[in-house]
T-cell receptor, first 112, second 114 residues
């Protein structure tokens, strides 16, 4: 079956540091890939997505590139802010499926 | 535009009491609906999903149940809560089976069973 593996957290950074959160996946087909963000006490919201190989999703300074050859979708941001502190979930969804597959989430803590 | 409402936001219930959490979606028709649970510091656990009125699929056997009495209404219930039912419950919707389709989440219900 499908699976998504994220790096263990928490990731702790100082403000303006570079961020990478690793995500790799296994899938039987050719899925779309997503990053969702969950701010404290809230539900998840879509951060960015990519639907085919070599696509780059981007939003709010975050980027992730769909790498089919390495089955990866790593999240990056050049300069994090305290307001980026949240839990980040990598996910995939295959065509014909009603159910997306989520990773376990990675907590990011940014200190001033 | 589409919106999803989930309530209550916070709930404290004694062990053995019943539970009813409600979720409604506006601005779309025939959505896929989902209930997830998120234990403290853990990932998402899919509990139920529904692709149409009266159609419920259970992913995890437990003392919870779900119902979809109307197209855009999804209810999570229990007859007798257990301590282990504590957690953060999230309702979500998506459209169709398309692989590009996004999950849209409600704000969540924080349930504490004491």
């Amino acid at each position: 079956g499908d699976s998504v593996t994220q790096m263990e957290g928490p990731v702790t950074l100082s403000e303006e540091a570079f961020l990478t959160i690793n995500c790799t996946y296994t899938a039987t087909g050719y899925p779309s890939l997503f990053w969702y963000v969950q701010y404290p006490g809230e539900g998840l919201q879509l951060l960015l997505k990519a639907t085919k190989a070599d696509d780059k999703g981007s939003n709010k300074g975050f980027e992730a590139t769909y790498r089919k050859e390495t089955t990866s979708f790593h999240l990056e941001k050049g300069s994090v802010q305290v307001s980026d502190s949240a839990v980040y979930f990598c996910a995939l969804r295959e065509g014909g499926s009603y159910i997306p597959t989520f990773g376990r989430g990675t907590s990011l803590i940014v200190h001033p | 535009s589409q919106t999803i409402h989930q309530w209550p936001a916070t709930l404290v219930q004694p062990v053995g009491s019943p539970l009813s959490l409600e979720c409604t979606v506006e601005g779309t028709s025939n959505p896929n609906l989902y209930w997830y649970r998120q234990a403290a510091g853990r990932g998402l656990q899919l509990l139920f999903y529904s692709v149409g009125i009266g159609q419920i699929s259970s992913e995890v056997p437990q003392n919870l149940s779900a119902s979809r009495p109307q197209d855009r209404q999804f209810i999570l219930s229990s007859k007798k809560l257990l301590l282990s039912d504590s957690g953060f419950y999230l309702c979500a919707w998506s459209a169709g089976q398309g692989f590009k389709n996004i999950q849209y989440f409600g704000a969540g219900t924080r349930l504490s069973v004491l």
